[in-house]
């Protein structure tokens, strides 16, 4: 039994040490490739999606503005003025 134990106690030491062998030695590069942004990530997908004539452009009815310039300032840091978060009493 003993042996078996053994045996066991080694397997499970060389999965832990294969494991965590490369633990932090991963380029940089790769943390900067998925890096979110949001002029770089959250920008292009308004861009394409949103902020395009008739929808969410200036003067639009629900006065959220997603252009380029203008969506960061209305968006973050902000109190929505959405009736269902106000309605939730969401506050920053």
Same mark, same amino acid.
């Given at each position: 039994?003993? &042996? $078996?134990?053994?045996?066991?106690? &080694?397997?499970? #030491? ?6 965590? =062998?490369?633990?932090?030695?991963? #380029? $940089? ?19 394409? =999606? ?20 203008? #969506? ?12 269902? #978060?106000? $309605? ?5």
């Amino acid at each position: 039994m003993t &042996r $078996k134990f053994a045996a066991i106690a &080694r397997v499970l #030491s060389l999965l832990l040490v294969w494991g965590c =062998s490369d633990m932090g030695t991963e #380029s $940089k590069e790769k943390d900067q490739e998925t890096l979110v942004t949001f002029s770089g990530t959250i920008q292009p997908i308004f861009n394409e =999606s949103c902020a395009f004539t008739g929808c969410h452009v200036e003067y639009h009815s629900t006065g959220l503005n997603l252009t380029e310039g203008n #969506s960061y300032d209305l968006m973050v840091n902000v109190i929505s003025k959405n009736a269902l #978060s106000q $309605k939730a009493d969401v506050s920053l």
